[in-house]
């Protein structure tokens, strides 16, 4: 089979387990989740920080964001383009700041305030699979691959999943982007 077909393959597969998750279990697990970030004197080291504003069944790391503007760290998140395949932004999130739904029905700031890739400490990646080696499977539009290959190569880029959604090993391209580290509510992979 084809590394495309495979991967969509793949993309079916999870996807149907993970939307099978219960409201409770996205909680537990991802409270579980954001506890281990807390340990990590990397994200305590870190000022510029990019996750995401949770989608159907991802993991929920914006139980975190309170935690992080407490600490004064600047909190990002991702902004696709209207027009571009690809191409999307980190904008800042501030506390109160409005939001509203983008054409995915992804959650954006209204007011976008963008910060350069090059900017970033650290990245909070969702994604559809990871596996061993920390290699990342989207959901197909090839949006972290692009933004992340724009970031210093210092900047530390930790995937967040469920155990589920862990697999052996991940079908591979050269511009697929691995991450440093994948948390699951197991611990750091
Ligand atoms: N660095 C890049 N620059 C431009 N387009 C990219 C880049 N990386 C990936 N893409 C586009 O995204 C598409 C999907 O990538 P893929 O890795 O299958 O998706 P995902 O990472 O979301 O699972 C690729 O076929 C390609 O067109
Ligand atoms: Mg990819």
Redesign the pocket.
Known sequence: MEI?QK?QELRKQILQKRNCLFAEDISLKSARIVDYLKQMPILAKAQMIMAYLPFASEVDVAILFPYLWQQGKTVLVPVCDNEK??VMYACRYQQGDRLQKDHYGIWEPVNKKVVLPVDIDFILVPG?AFDKKYH???????????FL?QTRKETQKIGLAYAMQITEELPV?C??IAMDGVITEDGLL
């Open positions: 495309v991967k395949k690809s559809v990342r499977l989207g959901y197909g539009g090839g949006y972290y691959d692009l290959s391209r511009e697929d």
